[in-house]
């Protein structure tokens, strides 16, 4: 039997030995999952023994790990900005990128923006981690969190329970912003926005994810291009959108946008590689 110092090194080699991105985070998420132990203790308590029981899940979960399987899928959960979601093949396993767009929309509503009633939309909102996060940090906010998919409005919904802010969030099954009963103060969606024949070139565990939560059409911007049309009718007179894209595709979305929205001002937010992510377009809450 091993002791838990060992099995992470050992983990942690085979998953990089397989050239698994992050290895040593994985094997020791992976550890602290089979041990049922916070992260804290895994380092405290290197000289646990392993059980058989213990060794025997672990050995299950690197089989399917060694075959690309997402560990999300594995393990059926994924911390977005500090809240675990449960996730499965039916929902995009929510990404570091889209935690800068609910940071972004945080801070624009801690500068002023929440108003006693600030009405916001989570288009595409797959497993409600942008949506759940908001209520979260934004007691006063009613969302609409919308997809187009049933199987992941179940995903959705079992999140926002869990997180006790079903109170505040309406779930609508819909093509994009067409299930908004109201106007909206803030918009935010995470679109599909990967070019169709980019698709393949993705690394091997997006190929577990939904299609339809990845493939954004020829330019990638079949969708966001639908969502800003009909857009100017649903957000109200002083509103703001933050959508996620590509860097490369900023100079196609400054053009649409400036179609769209005339009097707008747009701008873009970084993601943590400093690459272009988040373009916003603000119909004039003022600066942020
Ligand atoms: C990239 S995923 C984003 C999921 C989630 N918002 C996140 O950031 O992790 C895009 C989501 O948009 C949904 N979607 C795709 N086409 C849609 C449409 N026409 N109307 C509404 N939702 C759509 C997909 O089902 C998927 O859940």
Known sequence: MALLRE????????????????ARLEAEVMLMNVMRMQRHDLFSQQETVVSPQQEQALAGIMERRLKREPLAYILQYREFYGVNLLVNPDVLIPRPETECMVEHALFMALMGMETPDLVVADVGTGTGAIAVNLALHLPAARIYAMDNADPVLDVAAYNIRA???????????????????????????????????????????????????????????????????????????????????????????????????????????KDLAQRDRIFVINRGMGEY
């Open 163 to 269: 997180h006790n802010v079903a109170d505040r969030i309406t779930l609508a099954k819909g093509d994009l912003l067409e299930p908004l009963p109201e106007p909206v103060d803030l918009i935010l969606a995470n679109l599909p926005y990967v070019p169709t024949d980019r698709i393949p070139d993705l690394q091997p565990e997006v190929r577990w994810e939904p299609a339809a939560a990845l493939d954004g059409g020829p330019d990638g911007l079949d969708l966001i291009r639908r969502l800003l049309a009909q857009a100017p009718e649903r957000l109200k007179e002083h509103g703001i959108i933050l959508l996620e894209l590509d860097p490369e595709q900023v100079p196609a979305v400054t053009e649409l946008a400036g179609q769209l929205f005339p009097e707008a001002e747009t701008s873009v937010e």
């Open 7 to 22: 099995a992470v090194q050992q983990t942690h080699r085979t998953l990089e030995a397989c050239h698994i991105p992050d």
